[in-house]
């Protein structure tokens, strides 16, 4: 059984940076591309990030693309989204995902099978 766990949120003014970090269980960590979500109150989860399985390759969302960054270190079985230039609209619960392959692209909740129980991001103005 794989478990995700998230931290790093918080509260942070308009402008600010947080570091987001997931880690997993499990031996398998570095044979699966991984993936960063969002939902926002009253919103559906919506795709925020991924990244294959050696690092190699990464995909953003428009709305984050060049103020968030996403990596990993294999050897601590552990994922980053790195968010700068915050705004008020990227206030939400981010959650961290196993992909069910290990390339790049996975931009779609069914393409991932295990996801972290999230933790909050609030953003204000």
């Known amino acids: 059984q794989v478990q995700l766990v998230e931290s790093g949120g918080g509260l942070v003014q308009a402008g600010g940076s947080l570091r987001l970090s997931c880690a997993a269980s499990?031996?398998?960590?570095?044979?699966?591309?991984m993936g960063w979500f969002r939902q926002a109150p009253g919103k559906e989860r919506e795709f925020v990030a991924t990244?294959?399985?050696?690092?190699?390759?990464?995909y953003y969302a428009d709305s984050v693309k060049g103020r968030f960054t996403i990596s990993r270190d294999n050897a601590k079985n552990t994922v980053y989204l790195q968010m700068n230039s915050l705004k008020p609209e990227d206030t939400a619960v981010y959650c961290c995902?196993?992909?069910?392959?290990?390339?790049?692209?996975?931009?779609?909740?069914?393409?991932?099978?295990?996801w972290g129980q999230g933790t909050q991001v609030t953003v204000s103005s």
């Open positions: 499990g031996r398998t960590f570095s044979s699966y591309a």
């Open positions: 995902a196993r992909a069910k392959g290990s390339g790049s692209y996975y931009h779609q909740i069914y393409q991932y099978d295990y």
């Open positions: 990244i294959s399985w050696s690092g190699g390759s990464t």
